[in-house]
């Protein structure tokens, strides 16, 4: 059997690389990047994949039974044809079973609302393709927020719009061990699965940081626009748009889900605090 991963050069790929080596050995994974050379240090075969590129795709398929296909990260429109790029190409190449990589969040308002309803046009061409199938949603991954924790730090507070809001979050490593467990097993073929932990506010993700860093923060709620405002002025017009989008989500509710990560993964998700312990001792 070989199961091969896109985008593995990046964080979530190199993650679930890592996981199904460990679970399948090495010489049933393959990596397909669409920078080889970052993705080497693996162990693994690598073949090269560009999402933009179905040709590179159908070489970079032969001979693969499974295919976990990591969610792009151009522009919503882009990245529905990129994800067809993989799918015809599984296809072509009698590819049996594709994993996809999707995401939790709001599908009808907010500035993040075209990314999530990208992701969920590949849903819908995953789900008409004739072949297995299975979905994850990812939740937020806490990383981000941790890696920003200086600046957190430097301001005293955690600010931003998500106001009450609760957001379930997840890490890269439990994604990674939910998504290996799909790819292997049938009886997940087919299903749709919200991948996150135990949702929690913004205020309690202040406490939980202050728990395992010893920082001080405490949380303050700004509105939309000026979050928004704030966001643009340092990420620029695309990105803080997205934050903004993400933030405004949590705020309306989008991300206060319950959770399938335990049928899909077959064990709990970590708390919130291991998450944020396990990102402390790296
Ligand atoms: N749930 C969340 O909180 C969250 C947050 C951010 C992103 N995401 C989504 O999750 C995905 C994985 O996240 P990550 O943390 O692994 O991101 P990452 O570490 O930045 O990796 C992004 C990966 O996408 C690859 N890529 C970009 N354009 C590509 C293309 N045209 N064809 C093939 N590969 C391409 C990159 O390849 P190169 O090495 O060649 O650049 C890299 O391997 C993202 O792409 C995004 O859709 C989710």
């Not at 393959?30 to 994949?49: D, F, M």
């Not at 299975?134 to 957190?152: C, F």
């Not at 997840?170 to 949702?199: C, F, I, V």
């Not at 903004?244 to 509710?253: C, Q, R, S």
Request: aromatic residues 6%; contains cysteine.
């Amino acid at each position: 059997m070989k199961i091969a991963v896109t985008s593995a050069s990046g964080q979530l790929g190199s993650a679930i690389t890592r996981q199904l080596i460990e679970e399948i050995g090495e010489a049933h994974v393959i990596g397909i990047a669409r920078t080889p050379k970052k993705a080497e240090h693996l162990g693994v075969e690598i073949r090269k994949g560009d999402y933009n590129n179905r040709g590179e795709f159908e070489a970079a398929l032969k001979g693969v039974d499974k295919v976990l296909l990591v969610s792009g990260m151009d522009d919503p429109q882009k990245r529905i044809g990129q994800h067809r790029n993989v799918i015809g190409a599984a296809k072509s190449n009698g590819v049996k079973k594709i994993v996809y990589t999707s995401i939790i969040g709001d599908e009808n308002q907010t500035a993040f609302q075209p990314i999530v309803k990208s992701n969920r046009q590949t849903e819908e061409d995953l789900r008409n393709s004739g072949l297995e199938w299975a979905i994850g949603r990812n939740g937020i991954y806490i990383e981000p927020d941790l890696e920003y924790l200086d600046h957190y730090v430097a301001a005293g507070e955690i600010s931003n719009c998500a106001g009450d809001g609760k957001c379930a979050y997840t890490s890269r490593n439990e994604l990674a061990q939910a998504y290996t467990q799909m790819l292997l097993g049938d009886e997940h073929n087919g299903q749709t699965y919200n991948l996150a932990g135990e949702p929690i506010t913004q205020a309690e993700l202040a406490r939980l940081i202050n728990q395992v860093y010893g920082t001080k923060l405490v949380y303050r709620p700004v509105s939309v626009a000026a979050y928004e405002q704030d966001r643009k002025a340092e990420l620029g017009e695309f990105m803080g748009t997205i934050i903004a989008g993400i933030y405004e989500g949590i705020l309306n509710g989008a991300n206060d889900v319950p959770s399938d990560y335990e049928k899909a993964a077959g064990r709990p998700h970590l708390s919130p605090l291991e998450l944020i312990e396990n990102f402390k001792l790296g």
